[in-house]
């Protein structure tokens, strides 16, 4: 007889990222549902990765041994000059930065490093699904907060609402906002900075986007705030920035105490970080520093070619604020669950997406999900690829 099994997250089964995808694989539809390009990272970045790989140790690079657990000096400095650049905001590289394999990583060592027994974590619903199992396994628990809709904006009142009766110590922003493409505007900061003074909440930003915004809009990530950015976490992605989402390559920024306690947790979840590959993205960013400039304008261009497509279809929607994620409106197409509609389309109608409704609690609760939100008949699709993919998957759509 085996010992029984309790298990730490009993409630947990795979992702339905990983459902989707496969789903989409054996069925042989086209996979607009997981976040990835289906297009190369640039050929510049990759050729650098390739030359340090072949570099021997004692060069500028050095080869592929274990670089230095907080990440290479050179990535950690080129992080802090475009942090400087694009938010204003100087960040110590030693003292502040954390290279990390991607951004998933950085989240779960930050929840990791704070969350205490019985801590109260807030989530702003819907909310990426990484979230809250990597607060159950630090003895935590979460308190959901409704996004207001439409818009998906941060409904305030009950943020307060949730400061004041839960005191948690820990609340979990994610702007640009997977799966809605919501953005936070400067007021919000203001706003927000005025809820938590006085409190013993930290704050952990998840901005993983934060180089896809369309349409004029600017980022405004905590490290433009002083006061907010003294009590955060910020992460972000080089995986979504260059395409390379394999590579899982992130980092956190957050004030020395902050990091110390993060590095803590860091150095036995990771320890380190690729070599070649953080050597090659410090050498593009330094190299090539147009790529994050103008990718705005490559993902709105993705952005206003699939809404073109899906115009001729019977899906409603308002095009994406940011990310490369579309949510549509399937109300005059099905009656479905979206749950249920995402498997009909992958399985029936050959292509993949994500229903929504998983990036919220449910526990039965409407005030903690939202009775909008379980009747919503919304799914999310990702228009990161090829137009040839999103032609032949708009082709199909257009027969529903």
Known sequence: MHPPIESKLPTVGTTIFTVMSRLAADYGAINLSQGFPDFEPPGRLLALANEHMHKSVGGRGVGNQYAPMTGLPVLREAIAAKVAEYYGANVDPDTDVTVTAGGTEALFCAIQALVRQGDAVVLLDPSYDSYEPA????????????????????????????????????????????????????ADLVQLSSLLRGTNTFVLSDEVYEHMLFDGRKHNSLL?????????????????????????????????????????????????????????????????????????????????????????????????????????????????????????????????????????????????????????????????????????????????
């Open 224 to 400: 433009t705030h002083a006061e907010l950015a003294g009590r955060s976490f910020v992460v972000s992605s080089f995986g979504k920035t260059y395409h390379a989402t394999g590579w899982k390559v992130g980092y956190c920024i957050a004030p020395p105490a902050l990091t110390m306690e993060f590095r803590k947790v860091h150095q036995f979840v990771q320890f380190v970080v690729a070599t070649p590959l953080q050597a090659a993205i410090a050498d593009f960013m330094t190299e090539c520093p147009e790529h994050t400039r103008e990718l705005p304008a490559f993902y709105q261009r993705k952005r206003d070619y699939f809404t073109s497509l899906l115009e001729r279809t019977r899906f409603r929607f308002e095009p994406a604020h940011s990310t490369y994620f579309q949510l549509v409106d399937y109300s005059a197409v099905s009656d479905l669950p979206d749950t249920e509609f995402a498997h009909v389309l992958t399985t029936q109608h050959g292509v993949a997406a994500i229903p929504i409704s998983v990036f919220s609690a449910d526990d039965g609760d409407a005030s903690t999900k939202g009775a909008e939100a379980r009747s919503e008949r919304i799914i999310r699709f990702c228009f990161a690829k090829h137009e040839a993919t999103l032609d032949a998957a708009a082709e199909r759509l257009r027969l529903l």
């Open 135 to 186: 607060v159950t396994l630090a003895g935590g628990h979460t308190v959901r907060v409704p996004l207001r809709r439409p818009g998906f904006g941060i409904d305030w009142q009950r943020l307060r609402d949730a400061l004041t009766t839960a005191r948690p110590r820990l609340l979990i922003l994610n702007f640009p906002h997977n799966p809605s493409g919501a953005t936070l505007t400067a």
